[in-house]
């Protein structure tokens, strides 16, 4: 049996070959290296089917607001797209925030987000350095926080 160091790379490997596949750059790939070198992850959710990894999400731990996550990338195997994996993987990160009581900021689709869990309302009031129209929050309560978000450096690289 292999001990979990064995394991790490062999899951690092299947991680960058999903997000190579589901984006047309290796950004999101690049993203999750840097991340992880940097110690800024805070969780990585799979979604494993029969033939192996499905679908994936980074959570890494913002600068600030301190105790906030942010989630990004979020990917589904071309191949398995279109059959509801990725409602499952945003359920499983809903689920992995709701455990820790932590509040998730994404930047994305409004309306692919807003019909799972994420809230344009909530995020409306948030200074942030990309759009806000696209800036979603998800977690405990129902304000709309007045917070200045900054990210983990490997988003840095991103712009």
């Known amino acids: 049996m292999d001990s979990p160091q064995d394991t790490i790379p062999d899951f690092d490997l299947k991680v960058d070959l999903l997000l190579r596949s589901a984006f047309e750059a290796a950004d999101e790939a690049d993203l999750v290296k840097q991340l992880r070198r940097d110690k800024d992850m805070a969780g990585e959710i799979v979604l494993e089917g029969n033939q192996g990894l499905i679908g994936y999400a980074a959570l890494s731990n913002m600068v600030s607001p301190k105790g906030w996550l942010c989630l990004a990338p979020v990917a589904v195997d071309p191949a398995a797209q279109g059959q509801g994996h990725g409602k499952t993987v945003l359920a499983m990160v809903l689920k992995w925030a709701k455990d820790r009581e932590a509040t998730v900021v994404v930047l994305g689709d409004p309306e ?18 990309y759009p806000v129209k696209y800036t979603l929050l998800a977690g405990p309560g129902d304000d709309a926080p007045q917070e200045t ?4 450096a490997a988003f840095s690289d991103l712009d």
């Not at 019909?115 to 409306?124: L, N, P, Q, Y």
């Not at 978000?149 to 983990?152: A, N, S």
């Open 112 to 129: 692919f987000y807003g019909k799972h869990g994420f809230s344009t309302d909530r995020a409306a009031r948030l200074q942030t350095r």
């Open 149 to 152: 978000l900054i990210y983990p």
